[in-house]
């Protein structure tokens, strides 16, 4: 007994040690009169490296599962739609072959590949962001090598080879932009290609541009005349760099806007450079912490007694820096943005089993990251005033890889994520017809300023965001943490107010370790990597989105309702309020 004692006390010291005090009781209150302006679907955006995943297996089954998890069209991006190769998919790869020339340097258009990417997604009513990158072979100033080899056991890969050079002819670059912008429009139709997006290139403040800065903003005149000239009413944007925190990506971003604006056009040497709308990334910083409360790198596996501490304060500090230069400039202080990646970190392909800072993948502190994260998205939009379209989730599966093998992902095998229920949540809480965000007060929420700057490392914030439709009220709420560390369960008080319904119905989902993760069920399993038929069929109902308990009906005292449920740390739930 006193042994067990002992082993209490210095549980619950490592808990104080860590900022985590008790369980509390929290207060959450809703009005559902009170709106705060719509809650855009920006969250229904995705895309990944592999644009050949798309028309393999599992591939289409999870492009279908979101297809019909979000009432508005889902936007998809992905790399390498330009690249040359084969067409055969691999980690961090892909290809189309769209272009190549003969043997006297004449072009030549193949879109069979491009085409079959594109109608998997329009088969299912989803929308392209066009990404035009990266260089095919025959245009690259240096061609070789070409193609990269990705080694998933490996912790350091080269991959920016001959694909992410300049080209060697600026005139065939545009011909070919415009010869593919043409092609769609006559496949597709004019009025399906006006609604989609494109966009120049990934990330050119790093490797993945192999040149200059100005080289780049020659490179999108050349194309974004190109895609007008085929079709002037596209609409295309950029530049999509990496997340806005240090002085050199912030000043590309600048000085991006500030050639589109009032910059010489290398292409038809007139001021400015159209730009539909403005892209830049964001990412998190996850990390090994020690016993000894420091961070620990240069591991392959997580240490004895270590564990994964998030940073969603660096994936939001570059979205509000985002934000802020964009305001900056008041021709663009409306034009739309779309974080282009927005996640805990940066390599989609690097498994945990060999990043272990990764580890935070399979389970439910990816999904309450995401609820976190998106939610102060909204918020940090509010506060700088611009025009937030999209938020692109860079997660998607990787085909034929081993069961949870830890890759940045919403399913493995065709088995759903817990994240992916997240998605499914927003959804249930987005309209058809549009819904408007509601203002919430949580006893446990940081202030947007505090989890921006210094993350939640604390206290853990159990919050919610609320929105309203026509005839239902849906509430999100999380309890997260940066440690992922046992912890007690937080004691709900949700107190909603203003519901026009006296009798409303209450659907109540959960995400959490015992409801909508797979993840969970397939360790009780035993961790199979070859499941029987039957597991398998198990494991896809457990990757569903689940309710707690079965559909209620309330009732209301003069439009107010008082609910208390228990949420585990990492949990999050949705209450959904149907009249």
């Given amino acids: 007994m006193r042994a067990i004692s002992v082993f209490l006390c ?25 709106r705060k302006g719509p ?72 879109w069979t590949i491009v085409d079959r990417i ?11 962001l066009v ?67 494109w966009e120049l290139w990934n990330e050119p403040d790093i490797g993945y541009w192999q040149s200059t800065p100005e080289e780049y903003f020659k490179l999108y005149d050349y194309t974004a005349d190109a895609v007008k000239r ?17 002085a050199r990506t912030q000043k590309f971003l600048r000085d991006f806007l500030e050639h589109c604006a009032r910059g010489k056009n290398a292409a038809t040497g007139k001021t400015g450079t159209p730009l539909d709308y403005i892209g830049f990334h964001a990412k998190g910083s ?116 081993p069961y949870f093998d830890g890759f940045r992902d919403l399913a493995t095998n065709g088995i759903d994520k817990p994240v992916l229920n997240v998605f499914r949540m927003l959804g249930l809480m987005t309209g058809k017809m549009g819904s408007e965000r509601l203002a919430v007060e949580s006893s446990s929420a940081l202030k947007l300023e505090t989890i921006r700057d210094r993350s939640v490392r604390g206290n853990p914030e159990v919050n919610a965001l609320a929105s309203r439709q026509a005839r239902e009220v849906s509430i999100m709420v999380w309890n997260y943490h940066d440690d992922d560390l046992p912890a007690p369960a937080s004691e709900i008080d949700l107190v909603v107010t203003g519901l026009p319904a006296k009798q409303p119905r209450l659907q109540h989902y959960r995400i959490d370790a015992a409801h909508s993760n797979a993840f969970e069920a397939w360790k009780r399993m035993g961790s199979p990597q070859q499941p029987t038929p039957a597991q398998y069929r198990q494991l896809e109902r457990a990757g569903q989105l689940e309710q707690l308990q079965p559909p209620t009906q309330l009732r209301t005292e003069g439009g107010s309702v008082t609910l208390k449920f228990t949420l585990p740390r990492q949990g999050v739930s949705l209450l959904r309020f149907t009249w």
């Avoid at 040690?17 to 009005?31: F, K, P």
């Avoid at 229904?44 to 289409?60: I, S, V």
Wanted: net charge neutral; aromatic share 12%; with cysteine.
């Fill in 10 to 34: 210095g549980v619950l010291l490592c808990a104080l040690a860590l900022g985590q005090s008790a369980a509390e009781r929290v207060t959450i209150r809703v009005d559902a009169n009170q």
């Fill in 39 to 110: 809650l855009k679907p920006m969250w229904a955006w995705f895309g990944y490296d592999e644009p050949n995943y798309t028309t393999m297996k599992d591939g289409k089954k999870l492009l279908s599962e979101l297809s019909a998890l979000s009432p508005t069209p889902v936007f998809v991006r992905t790399h390498n739609l330009l690249t040359t190769g084969d067409g055969k998919a691999a980690l961090k790869w892909g290809s189309t072959n769209a272009y190549t020339e003969d043997a006297s340097g004449q072009p030549r258009y193949d």
């Fill in 118 to 128: 594109f109608d998997t997604l329009l088969e299912r009513k989803m929308k392209p």
């Fill in 131 to 197: 990404e035009i990158g990266f260089m095919p072979e025959a245009l690259s100033v240096k061609p070789q090598p070409y193609r990269h080899d990705w080694d998933v056991n490996k912790t350091y890969n080269t991959i920016f080879t001959g694909w992410a050079h300049p080209p060697r002819d600026y005139a065939k670059w545009s011909e070919l932009v415009f010869q593919w912008v043409r092609h769609c429009v006559a496949k597709y139709g004019r009025a399906e290609v006006e609604s989609w997006w």
């Fill in 230 to 246: 085929a079709l002037p009413t596209a609409r295309i944007g950029g530049p999509h760099v990496t997340g806005p925190l240090g």
């Fill in 286 to 401: 996850p990390r090994v912490i020690g016993p000894d409360g420091k961070p620990v790198t240069g591991q392959s596996a997580l240490p004895a007694n270590s564990h994964v501490q998030m940073g969603i304060s660096n994936q939001l500090k570059a979205i509000s820096n985002g934000f802020e230069i964009v305001a900056s400039f008041p021709e663009f202080k409306n034009t739309p943005i779309v974080i282009g990646e927005s996640d805990p970190e940066g390599c989609a392909a690097c498994s945990s089993r060999v990043y272990p800072q990764n580890g935070y993948r399979n389970g439910t502190m990816y999904s309450s990251y995401t609820a976190a994260q998106l939610a102060r998205t909204y918020e940090l939009a509010d506060l700088h005033g611009v025009n937030l379209l999209g938020s692109v989730t860079w997660a998607f599966e990787f085909e034929n890889q």
